[in-house]
C-alpha cells in the first residue's frame, strides 16, 4: 500500500514561486511513473508533470517551462518548483503515481485518474493572486 503526502501549498501572489513536495510511503514498481496533477475549480482534474524513473519528464503545455518536477535518488519524495505563478494556476495540487509506458502517456494516465491505473494524495491547496 502506497501513501503519498503533499506539502508545500499556500498562497503567492501572481509571478511568484512556490516548492510542492511529496513524501511517497511504501512500495512503489519501477514500472510506475511519479507525477502531479491538479484540478481548478469547476474544472476536470489534470496531469501536470510526470517522471519516470530515469528521470524523463514530460509538461502539460500549461505548465511547460514553468513548472520543474524532479525526485531525489531514494525516489522517496518528489518536487514540483513553480515558478511565473499565475492566476490560473490556482487549484488543488496532488502528487501521484500512474501506470507508465513513458513519461508524455503518463500525463494522460493521470488525467483520465481510473483508479487501477493511478494513486493520488490528498492535495495541497495553491491559491495565486
Known amino acids: 500500500h502506497v501513501q503519498l503526502v503533499e506539502s508545500g501549498g499556500g498562497s503567492v501572489q501572481a509571478g511568484g514561486s512556490l516548492r510542492l513536495s511529496c513524501s511517497i510511503e511504501?512500495?512503489?514498481?519501477?514500472?510506475?511513473?511519479m507525477g502531479w496533477g491538479r484540478q481548478a475549480p469547476g474544472k476536470e482534474r489534470e496531469g501536470i508533470a510526470t517522471?519516470?524513473?530515469?528521470?524523463?519528464?514530460s509538461y502539460s503545455d500549461s505548465v511547460k517551462g514553468r513548472f520543474t518536477i524532479s525526485q531525489d535518488n531514494a525516489k522517496t519524495n518528489l518536487y514540483l518548483q513553480m515558478n511565473s505563478l499565475k492566476s490560473e494556476d490556482t487549484a488543488m495540487y496532488y502528487c501521484?503515481?500512474?501506470?507508465?509506458?513513458?513519461?508524455?502517456?503518463?500525463?494522460?494516465?493521470?488525467?483520465?485518474?481510473?483508479?487501477?491505473?493511478?494513486?493520488w494524495g490528498q492535495g495541497t491547496q495553491v491559491t495565486v493572486s
Open positions: 511504501g512500495y512503489t514498481p519501477r514500472s510506475w511513473c
Open positions: 517522471i519516470d524513473s530515469a528521470g524523463k519528464t
Open positions: 501521484a503515481l500512474a501506470v507508465c509506458v513513458a513519461p508524455a502517456q503518463a500525463l494522460a494516465v493521470l488525467t483520465d485518474g481510473r483508479p487501477e491505473y493511478t494513486t
